[in-house]
């Protein structure tokens, strides 16, 4: 008998990796929260801008609240990581071909 694997094994492969890069993410920010709430009220950060070496000084709340819009953010993307997974493994014999 062969046995052959459809993409669905690359998709969980893709879906593993990208949860990988999410947690990583995720671990940054929160990093990031915790430094940002050790300043004192009315400290200013520098945010680099985007796609740039140019930093431009900003208020910390400011900042503060951006970073955890960022962290909500990705935390609901790594759920939803997760319940595709698991929506995939409940289909699992549909990811295998038998011949």
Request: with cysteine.
């Amino acid at each position: 008998m062969t046995e052959l694997v459809s993409s669905g094994s690359a998709h969980k492969m893709s879906t593993s990796h990208k949860r990988g890069e999410l947690e990583k993410q995720i671990n940054e920010k929160r990093i990031l929260e915790h430094e940002l709430k050790q300043m004192k009220k009315g400290q200013s950060a520098y945010k680099q801008q985007t796609n740039s070496h140019i930093f431009f000084k900003e208020d910390v709340t400011k900042v503060f609240s951006e970073c955890k819009k960022s962290l909500d953010e990705l935390i609901e993307e790594y759920k939803q990581c997760e319940l595709d997974e698991e929506t995939t493994e409940e289909g699992g014999d549909a990811d295998t071909l038998n011949f």
